[in-house]
């Protein structure tokens, strides 16, 4: 099992530009993560997803959309980047207990 | 709302005992996690802790207490590849789903 994993792993936009970073887990966990990981300020969730077709907001939704159109894959979207959306970004999923399990991450710098 | 507190920095010596504190204001407490992030890595699942008490797993133990809503690590027995930044998190109900709210993290320093 390859667990979590994410595409890419390093992405450099301008100001403006859109991308979308993807997050795969092959475990069939019912619930995805997105969080951000910046210098000083720890994990922040960002959005999240109970189950296939769902989403919802966590702590710092603005600026970012996600999807979950399949239950193995979790889309988390830039529509128009800004620098201050630079930082580490990670996928997580969880199963049916409390433990989540973290992908390699993406990071991203926006110019 | 959420608030952990850990320490930013510790240094320990190679093959001595390390503590690392976590002190928590939550609402809607399930239990709280210790993970481990290695630079550039993703964070790794250490241990967790619902119950009042101490979990040990190897070199490293994990302490809870709810009511004083405090958490502490404890590594034993230092290695050099413990140099890593630790992350207490507490999970909580959200909208649908439980949720972690971590720490900014503590980051340990190993030397010989």
């Known amino acids: 099992n390859a667990g979590v994993t994410q595409t890419p792993k390093f992405r450099v936009l301008k100001t403006g530009q859109s991308m979308t970073l993807l997050c795969a887990q092959d475990m069939n966990h019912e619930y995805m993560y997105w969080y951000r990981q910046d210098p000083g300020m720890g994990l922040r969730l960002i959005h999240y997803?109970?189950?296939?077709?769902?989403?919802a907001k966590g702590e710092v939704p603005d600026g970012y959309n996600v999807s979950r159109l399949k239950k193995q894959n979790f889309l988390l979207g830039l529509e128009s980047a800004a620098p201050s959306q630079t930082s580490v970004y990670f996928c997580a999923s969880r199963g049916q207990g409390y433990e989540q399990y973290f992908g390699p991450g993406t990071r991203l710098t926006v110019t | 709302g959420q608030n952990i507190d850990q320490p930013t920095e510790m240094t320990a010596t190679e093959g001595a005992i390390v503590q690392i504190n976590c002190t928590y204001q939550?609402?809607?407490?399930?239990?709280l996690f210790w993970y481990q992030q290695h630079a550039g890595e993703a964070p790794t699942f250490l241990s967790y802790?619902?119950?009042?008490g101490l979990e040990e797993k190897g070199r490293f133990s994990s302490f809870l207490s709810r009511s004083k809503g405090y958490s502490y690590l404890l590594l034993k027995e230092l290695q050099m590849k413990d140099s890593a930044s630790y992350l207490c998190?507490?999970?909580?109900?959200?909208?649908?789903?439980?949720?972690?709210?971590f720490g900014k993290g503590t980051k340990l320093s190993v030397i010989p």
């Open positions: 802790n619902v119950l009042d």
């Open positions: 939550t609402s809607g407490f399930n239990g």
């Open positions: 997803s109970v189950g296939e077709g769902t989403t």
């Open positions: 998190a507490v999970a909580y109900l959200g909208a649908g789903s439980y949720q972690l709210t």
